[in-house]
């Protein structure tokens, strides 16, 4: 089963992915405009604002949880899309620094 990820506030097209797959596998300088660094959840780089997603995301684990509480307190809403494997449709688009 796919599911599509979409880009708000950018020209690049969505993305459909299976269930699972890794963004930071999947996502490209190419499809996408989310950039990866470190792809282990210790850079921020890759840090997104969820903006709607049809089904909860899977929750963070504890060190995207303590990384994220510490750049950006109070947003939930912000990921880090290198530890996220889809299980829904999401609508995403790069977090502000
Ligand atoms: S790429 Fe470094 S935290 Fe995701």
């Given at each position: 089963m796919g599911y599509k990820i979409e880009f708000v506030n950018s020209d690049k097209k969505s993305v459909e992915l299976n269930q699972g797959d890794c963004l930071s596998e999947k996502l490209t300088i190419h499809n996408s405009p989310i950039l990866f660094g470190c792809?282990?959840?210790?850079?921020?780089?890759c840090a997104i604002e969820v903006?709607?997603?049809e089904h909860p995301l899977p929750p963070k684990t504890p060190d995207e949880k303590d990384f994220l509480d510490n750049m950006?307190?109070?947003?939930?809403?912000?990921?880090l899309a290198c530890q996220i494997h889809i299980n829904t449709n999401i609508k995403i688009r790069k977090a502000d620094g």
């Amino acid at each position: 089963m796919g599911y599509k990820i979409e880009f708000v506030n950018s020209d690049k097209k969505s993305v459909e992915l299976n269930q699972g797959d890794c963004l930071s596998e999947k996502l490209t300088i190419h499809n996408s405009p989310i950039l990866f660094g470190c792809r282990i959840g210790i850079c921020g780089t890759c840090a997104i604002e969820v903006m709607d997603s049809e089904h909860p995301l899977p929750p963070k684990t504890p060190d995207e949880k303590d990384f994220l509480d510490n750049m950006y307190p109070g947003n939930e809403k912000i990921r880090l899309a290198c530890q996220i494997h889809i299980n829904t449709n999401i609508k995403i688009r790069k977090a502000d620094g």
